[in-house]
């Protein structure tokens, strides 16, 4: 489970990133409760809010994925952390001193966003250069288990900050500024002679509409990025569903939705711990089920009328949110040559996160419009009929078996290769596992309820 920790530069950069991302979060829950209070509770503020954010990765992560593939991603790293840092401390002083209004959160959001658009790409194909391809997969898992234990600790000390500072945000954003220089002593810090960067892109032109091409030849990379892009889109904004749930449906307040988010992140973590024994590439049908899971929980939580239940089935949800990412993210990461890993990681993102700009505002109309659970209600619908489809897709003209056992409890799918299928083209040093995606017929596999292999 922790076999990329043997690594010094990941395990000084893992450590150092965990700090950083407590600070992130109280960030996102103090923005959160900052735009509700300037706002009057609008959910739509809230969505136009988080769109702003993410928006800029529609039209920056590209750009950030040819930096990542042309320069040393551990400068572009360095400052990318500077910058986002003093945003956060500028954020915070405009709250300390009661200068702040709801447009000046709208122009931090979004240029945080650009920032960020262009960290991401590095940040996530930096990860290889650290471990090399022998602990990519775990050190992906860790990653996001070090993100997703301070998505536990951040959001309940965000609030407790909060209710303690009689309401004040500016303590959440002054301890986000500081949290970015542990990140970059780490990354000051590394052993350069350890690292394993690879080779440079040299200027040219043409490289985007390489990585284009790139993923046109690859119909498994086509069919992570559409899942990724509905999963971002209706699934992933429980920064949004969460805190109108809080507030409108249950009446209470940030000490609460704090520990709402808690929950989430409690499940967030263990859904990553999990991963983290998967040491190969996963197989496309299993980024469908856990898709088509995380609906599933999504649509029952948002049935949830009392606060406790609503925290209960919070952990679960969060859970199948982390197993579908880490795989996706995996799956994509170990699916590429390294030369074009920033550029399709920067493509793999904007599917992600790109859909943002468009289902944050639509989830915070539906939850104004028709009240808060339809939120969860109706992006959960979209995930589920979405993965469902492209499992059936998938499964054309292939034997589709379905097992479900009640002890221990699993569901089991097995596919037979399809009849007549040709195998696409690849590279010698991928053959080896699209052999595994092409065959698909691996007898029981957990997909879900038990454990993934």
Not at 14 to 32: E, F, H
Not at 250 to 258: D, K, R, T
Not at 337 to 364: D, H, K, N, S
Request: aromatic letters at 8%.
């Amino acid at each position: 489970m922790f076999g990329a920790l043997r690594v010094r530069n990941f395990r000084l950069y893992v450590s150092a990133n965990l700090i950083s991302q407590v600070g992130t979060w109280m960030q996102r829950i103090g923005q959160d409760w900052l735009v509700l209070q300037l706002s009057g509770d609008s959910g739509v503020a809230l969505g136009i809010t988080t769109a702003l954010q993410f928006g800029p990765t529609l039209l920056f992560s590209f750009y950030g994925g040819v930096l990542a593939d042309r320069y040393d991603k551990r400068r572009v790293l360095v400052l990318t952390q500077v910058v986002m840092g003093v945003l956060a401390l500028a954020l915070g002083l405009l709250v300390t001193t009661d200068g702040i209004a709801l447009w000046h959160v709208y122009v931090f959001a979004a240029a945080l966003g650009v920032v960020a658009s262009l960290d991401t790409p590095a940040r996530q194909s930096f990860v290889s250069e650290m471990v090399g391809p022998e602990y990519l997969a775990n050190a992906v898992s860790l990653n996001s288990t070090a993100f997703n234990a301070a998505r536990l600790i951040g959001p309940a000390v965000a609030g407790a900050i909060i209710a303690v500072s009689g309401g004040s945000t500016a303590p959440a954003f002054l301890v986000n500024a500081a949290s970015f220089g542990f990140t970059i002593a780490s990354l000051l810090g590394m052993r350069a002679g350890e690292l394993r960067p690879s080779t440079r892109v040299a200027r040219a032109g043409g490289q985007l509409r390489a990585a284009l091409v790139y993923t046109r030849q690859h119909p498994d990379l086509q069919l992570a990025m559409l899942l990724a892009f509905t999963i971002g889109t209706f699934g992933f904004n429980s920064q949004i569903t969460i805190a109108l749930m809080a507030r409108e449906v249950f009446g209470l307040g940030a000490g609460a939705f704090g520990l709402l988010s808690t929950c989430y992140a409690i499940g967030s973590l263990s859904g990553a711990l999990l991963s983290t024994r998967r040491s190969a590439r996963p197989l496309q049908r299993f980024l469908i089920v856990s898709a088509v899971v995380f609906g599933v929980l999504l649509v029952i939580s948002g049935l949830m009328g009392n606060y406790y239940a609503f925290a209960v089935m919070l952990v679960p949800t969060g859970a199948a949110a982390l197993v579908f990412s880490v795989a996706c993210n995996s799956f994509v990461q170990l699916g590429v040559e390294p030369q074009m890993r920033g550029r399709i990681l920067a493509l793999y993102f904007m599917a992600f996160m790109g859909g943002t700009p468009v289902g944050a505002p639509m989830i915070g109309w539906v939850s104004e419009r028709f009240g808060a659970p339809w939120g969860l209600i109706g992006g959960g619908l979209v995930c589920i009929v979405v993965a469902a489809g492209a499992g059936a897709v998938l499964s054309r003209g292939r034997g589709v078996r379905v097992e479900v056992h009640v002890v221990p409890p699993s569901v089991q799918l097995h596919v037979a290769a399809a009849m007549g299928s040709v195998p696409a083209q690849a590279p010698p040093e991928r053959v080896a596992g699209l052999a595994e995606e092409a065959d698909g017929e691996v007898p029981g596999e957990q997909v879900a309820g038990g454990p993934a292999r």
